[in-house]
């Protein structure tokens, strides 16, 4: 089983878990794990190089996928856009940058750990997350995990997941957040804005992204004509 997931903070805990699940048996000698940034996870799983991962949500339309995925409420402290008079895509993201587009919003959109220090050491930016919250009143679907090829393994893998979220050693909370340079107070209340599991308002707002997303794209196909 070939697993992809996103390098961020914000999987923490669904790392911790994979290891804790399948730890010392043959279905941990069995998995092979891979790590990248959103836009690299979505090209390995694209190409089928991955059998299951987070993916970004503007990437799962069509695909086999689990009611698990990476959901903030109000707000997120990872998703920004810096306001300039250009816009700026960030190469990591992909749904991120549709967001950005959707809201209306100019400026440079930064994500992940660079973004969560950002907002820590008091830069100024517009979170994603918030605006989508004020604007439509639903949390908001960052990626989902999806399975280009679905085990036995893998299913009950993600119903123990949602059934058995793991609560964070302070002893690796300290260690992660070290290596990040910042305190692991800052990490547990970033990590308290991240849920996974999508409930009946995550689905309905990811549907209504997915809506928006394609005529923001036809908007800016018939601008440039």
Known sequence: MKFGSIEYLNLLPFRLFLKKY??????YQALHYKSGVPSKINRDFHARRIDSAFISSIHSRGK????IGIVAYQEVRSVFVIPYNVSKSDNASATSNVLARVLGLRGEVIIGDRALKFFLQGGEAIDLATQWY???QLPFVFARLCHNRLTPQTQKLVRTFEQNQPKIPQYILKKEAAKHDITSKELQ???ECIHYAMDCKAKRSFKLFLRLARKSQTSSLRDTK
Do not use: P
Not at 22 to 27: F, R
């Open 134 to 136: 004020q604007k439509y």
């Open 22 to 27: 399948l730890k010392g048996g043959a279905a």
């Open 189 to 191: 209340e970033y990590l």
């Open 64 to 67: 086999k996928c689990s009611d």
